[in-house]
């Protein structure tokens, strides 16, 4: 079965930075799509940022290019989300999540490709 524990995460004013972590346990295949959703209060849960374990195919929103970086970490299979330059915008509640195989550009975003998710970290912002 697997297991997504997320960690970090916090409050930070606008312009900072933070880190957050995915640890992932109970894996069967090597090729899995990892990726970090965010829902704000009232709005629909949106794609941030996915890589596809054991390649150098990462994703991520326009929204985020330039300030947020996913990266992974395969001995360890962790995923971390380094997010810079945070803005008021970012504050939401951030999830971890797991497809049993590679996402690509056309899925790596819909909520429908991923199998499993962490128990979410708030993120807020303030200005």
């Known amino acids: 079965q697997v297991q997504l524990v997320q960690s970090g995460g916090g409050s930070v004013q606008a312009g900072g930075s933070l880190r957050l972590s995915c640890a992932a346990s109970g894996f069967t295949s090597s090729r899995n799509c990892m990726g970090w959703f965010r829902q704000a209060p009232g709005k629909e849960r949106e794609g941030v940022a996915a890589?596809?374990?054991?390649?150098?195919?990462?994703y991520s929103a326009d929204s985020v290019k330039g300030r947020f970086t996913i990266s992974q970490d395969n001995a360890k299979n962790a995923v971390y989300l380094q997010m810079n330059s945070l803005k008021p915008e970012d504050t939401a509640m951030y999830y971890c999540a797991a497809a049993s195989y590679w996402c690509g550009y056309g899925n790596w975003y819909d909520r429908g490709t991923y199998n499993y998710w962490g128990q979410g970290t708030q993120v807020t912002v303030s200005s």
């Open positions: 890589v596809n374990t054991g390649s150098i195919s990462t």
